[in-house]
């Protein structure tokens, strides 16, 4: 069983920022794409940020410009670093390692029935 524990949500103001962070084993960078998604209130889950095994990226075109995906290979961490955050990007954010490619994550999303999934930290963005 592969545990993923996030950390980092919290409450911000419109326009500032916030980091997420997952801890994952070291070995599931290399067998599983990387990613982030999220799932707002009456919304489905989608993916917004994939890391591939090659290292190659996507976003989803809501987040692009504003939200950066990465790793810390030492640490065995990935992360998410939010910027100019909006309103609507209040959600419980997932961290996850899907056997699926990067730009199919954040086109299609991933249901939770394939990889393995952290338990979410929530995010919450007041205008």
């Known amino acids: 069983q592969v545990r993923l524990v996030e950390s980092g949500g919290g409450s911000v103001q419109a326009g500032g920022s916030l980091r997420l962070s997952c801890e994952a084993p070291?070995?599931?960078?290399?067998?599983?794409?990387m990613a982030w998604f999220r799932q707002a209130p009456g919304k489905e889950r989608e993916g917004v940020a994939a890391?591939?095994?090659?290292?190659?990226?996507s976003y989803a075109d809501s987040v692009k410009g504003r939200f950066t995906i990465s790793k810390d290979s030492d640490k065995n961490i990935l992360y998410l670093q939010m910027n100019s955050l909006k309103p609507g990007d209040t959600a419980m954010y997932y961290c996850a390692a899907v056997p699926f490619d990067a730009d199919l994550v954040v086109t299609a999303g991933v249901s939770e029935a394939f990889g393995y999934w952290g338990q979410g930290t929530q995010v919450t963005v007041s205008s």
């Open positions: 890391l591939n095994k090659d290292g190659s990226i």
């Open positions: 070291g070995y599931v960078y290399s067998m599983y794409t």
